[in-house]
Every structure is written in C-alpha cells, then in structure tokens.
C-alpha cells in the first residue's frame, strides 16, 4: 500500500487538519479547547483526527473529488474503483482524453484498448496527486497475476506514463497481486528498478511473510473480506473489534514485521466498519473508503494507539523463512486464504474487462465521428 508515505509519526502535523481553538460562550463563562484537559480534547476531536496521530490515513478511492474533505497522506485505485469513478459524468473528460491517446498511439484494437486503460489508470493518479501529498497506488491488471515478467512489463509502462507527465517513480507504488509470481515481480521491480511495490489481495500470513522477504515497500492485507469468508463459512455472523479475524490477521503481520525489524510496512485494507480501522491504530497506514472516512470524521469516541512497535517486540512470534514450495504449501493450508485471493483476483479481472468494453465502445464512437 513509506518512506516517503511518511511512516514515521513526525509527518502528522502535516496532514491532520489545523487543530483550531472552539470558543463557547454563556455569560460570563468561555471554554477553549486549546486550555482543555487532554482528556476532554480527545473527545473535542473527531476520530479521525486522532486516528491520524497514530497512523498514516490514506483515502481508498478513485472519485479523487472525494479526496480534499478528509485530508488523507497518500491515495490507493484499483481496477473496480476506478471503473466505478470512469463511469461517473464528472471524469467522463478523462477517459475521453485516455481514448484519444489510445488511437493516437495505433496498432490493433487491442494493443490501442491496452494503451488507453493504462494511460487512463495513470491519469486519474494524476489528478489524484494534485489531492495528496504522498503516493498514489496504482495497479498492475490481476489477469497478469501469474506471470512475472509481464507483471514487471506493465509495470514499468506504468512508472513512463507518469514519467511523461512529469511524475517521479517515488509518488507512486505499483500494485501487484500477492501470489508468487507477483512477490518475486515486487522483489524484482524494487532490487533492479527502484521501483516502490504495493501488494495486494493479501490474506494469509504466508503471503505477508514472502513480502517481507521480497522487500517490497508495502503490503495491502485485506481486513473486510477475510471477515466475509469466516461469516460465511462459520457459526459466527459477527465478531467485535478484538476478535475479528481481519484485525487478528493484520495485528499479527504487523507484529511480526515489527519484532524482526523488516522495513516493508503494513497498510490495512478493504474495511466494513470503523470499529476494524479503530481496532488497528497505531498500524503504518489504513486506507479506507471515503464513506467510513466521513464516518470516522463524525466520530468523537476515544481512538487509543493498539499497534507498537514495543508491544510487537514482546510477541512471541519466531522468524520462519519460505522458498516457494514451502509457501506453496503454507498458503494453500490457509482455506479462507485461497479462496478468498482467487475470488478477488477473478473480480478484479471481471472489472478489468467491463472497463476494456465500456473503452472500445466509446474509441468505436470516436472513429465513427460521434
């Protein structure tokens, strides 16, 4: 999902919203929050605000228009958001101007239909960028999760389009689905290219353990969707914050990082409440949807740091290492894990392909002069 994400706490002032002093006033009487108690300030600001002291927030969208309201550090699309954001009226302009690259460019109909869905996922992290001080997350199509050298490929075109647009490789993480093929694709992008990895799908602690590993900058572990499949497939139809699987699963990967000194951070992902993204203060980063944003903003409830590195340190996790039989085997004995990073791999790829119709429909209607 920083060394330029600004991982370390000192970036906050940076991004929390100025802290401005609230006067109430009744008679003679005039309460400041700057002269409150820490107590009664912490409950003067939203959860937001503080989640933002313990943990770098990051806006989990491709509608960028819904980015300014809350602030966040960095920016993450994948290939539904950013169908569901080329859909909307408001950016119809941008997938216009992608489709006229892609003809520009020539070659088939599909060499053209390629070009102008990654010069269309590079233009909305464009405009994401002009929202975010940090980084902005853009993804490799999932139906290349199996192979890494054209994970690597498409990868690199990505990083020259917003070279071309005068973007630096360091304001972008190139997301990759964690399967083995793309592990060893991050490994490879980050040794030889020097170009920072994001990976994603990620649900067991295999797939985290390769990452770390790797050394790839930054892994998306999946907190929502790992809580879906134990719904589904278990009794148990709801769970509170501190026994939810997600949170578990994300606590323990963080843990582990942090007991062994690995510099790949955790970014927790895909959440259904706000009880998960509060449950995980204090982890790296949490990108989160702009709907629990506004929820969280309007939250006045007490955020208390769970995630540290001193905590972590006291675990008593014990350092495993995997080559590719072992973690073969160590994923594929995590059922939930399986299932769940096909199922996401297929949706996305699902999505990769309403988006490459909804582009020949329109490129046909270019050509034709309507």
């Given at each position: 999902m920083l060394t330029s994400c600004c991982v370390a706490r000192s970036c906050f002032s940076d991004i929390a919203p100025a802290l401005t002093?609230?006067?109430?006033?009744?008679?003679s009487q005039s309460l400041t929050m700057s002269r409150a108690s820490p107590d009664k300030r912490r409950k003067m600001e939203s959860a937001l605000t503080q989640l933002k002291k313990h943990t770098v927030v990051v806006a989990d969208t491709?509608?960028?228009?819904?980015?300014?309201?809350?602030?966040?550090?960095?920016?993450?699309?994948?290939?539904s958001l950013i169908l569901a954001a080329a859909k909307m009226p408001?950016?119809?302009?941008?997938?216009?101007?992608?489709?006229?690259?892609?003809?520009?460019?020539?070659?088939?109909?599909?060499?053209?239909?390629?070009?102008?869905?990654d010069k269309l996922f590079v233009t909305f992290g464009l405009e994401i960028l002009k929202k975010?001080?940090?980084?902005?997350?853009?993804?490799?199509?999932?139906?290349?999760s199996f192979d890494k050298d054209e994970m690597v490929a498409k990868a690199l075109k990505l990083i020259a389009l917003y070279k071309e647009a005068g973007i630096s490789k360091e304001r972008v993480l190139i997301k990759l689905s964690s399967t083995w093929e793309?592990?060893?694709a991050g490994k490879e992008l980050e040794e030889q290219h020097g170009v920072h990895c994001n990976m994603t799908l990620l649900f067991s602690f295999a797939q985290a353990v390769a990452c770390a590993e790797a050394k790839v900058t930054l892994?998306?572990?999946?907190?929502?969707?790992?809580?879906?499949?134990?719904?589904?497939?278990?009794?148990?139809k709801s769970f509170e914050p501190h026994e939810d699987p997600g949170v578990l699963s994300v606590t323990k990967i963080y843990n582990?990082?942090?007991?062994?000194?690995?510099?790949?951070?955790?970014?927790?992902?895909?959440?259904?409440?706000?009880?998960?993204?509060?449950?995980?203060?204090?982890?790296?980063?949490?990108?989160?949807?702009?709907?629990?944003?506004?929820?969280?903003?309007?939250?006045?409830?007490?955020?208390?740091?769970?995630?540290?590195?001193?905590?972590a340190k006291a675990s008593d996790l014990e350092k495993i290492h995997l080559d590719e039989k072992t973690f073969r085997w160590q994923?594929?004995?995590?059922?939930?894990?399986?299932?769940?990073?096909?199922?996401?791999?297929?949706?996305?790829?699902?999505?990769a392909i309403k988006l490459e119709t909804m582009i020949k429909e329109k490129m046909l209607n270019v050509k034709n002069g309507q």
């Amino acid at each position: 999902m920083l060394t330029s994400c600004c991982v370390a706490r000192s970036c906050f002032s940076d991004i929390a919203p100025a802290l401005t002093c609230f006067q109430y006033i009744k008679g003679s009487q005039s309460l400041t929050m700057s002269r409150a108690s820490p107590d009664k300030r912490r409950k003067m600001e939203s959860a937001l605000t503080q989640l933002k002291k313990h943990t770098v927030v990051v806006a989990d969208t491709g509608d960028f228009n819904a980015i300014d309201e809350y602030k966040p550090q960095d920016a993450t699309t994948n290939p539904s958001l950013i169908l569901a954001a080329a859909k909307m009226p408001a950016y119809q302009h941008l997938l216009d101007q992608a489709i006229k690259y892609g003809i520009a460019k020539d070659g088939t109909e599909e060499e053209q239909v390629a070009n102008t869905m990654d010069k269309l996922f590079v233009t909305f992290g464009l405009e994401i960028l002009k929202k975010v001080p940090g980084r902005v997350s853009t993804e490799v199509d999932a139906r290349l999760s199996f192979d890494k050298d054209e994970m690597v490929a498409k990868a690199l075109k990505l990083i020259a389009l917003y070279k071309e647009a005068g973007i630096s490789k360091e304001r972008v993480l190139i997301k990759l689905s964690s399967t083995w093929e793309g592990i060893q694709a991050g490994k490879e992008l980050e040794e030889q290219h020097g170009v920072h990895c994001n990976m994603t799908l990620l649900f067991s602690f295999a797939q985290a353990v390769a990452c770390a590993e790797a050394k790839v900058t930054l892994i998306s572990p999946f907190v929502g969707r790992i809580l879906d499949w134990y719904k589904e497939n278990t009794d148990r139809k709801s769970f509170e914050p501190h026994e939810d699987p997600g949170v578990l699963s994300v606590t323990k990967i963080y843990n582990y990082y942090k007991k062994f000194d690995y510099s790949t951070v955790v970014m927790g992902a895909s959440f259904r409440n706000t009880g998960q993204i509060k449950a995980l203060a204090g982890c790296d980063l949490l990108t989160i949807s702009p709907g629990l944003l506004a929820e969280l903003n309007q939250d006045h409830s007490v955020v208390t740091e769970l995630l540290n590195k001193e905590n972590a340190k006291a675990s008593d996790l014990e350092k495993i290492h995997l080559d590719e039989k072992t973690f073969r085997w160590q994923h594929n004995e995590d059922q939930m894990a399986v299932e769940k990073l096909s199922d996401g791999i297929r949706k996305f790829a699902i999505d990769a392909i309403k988006l490459e119709t909804m582009i020949k429909e329109k490129m046909l209607n270019v050509k034709n002069g309507q």
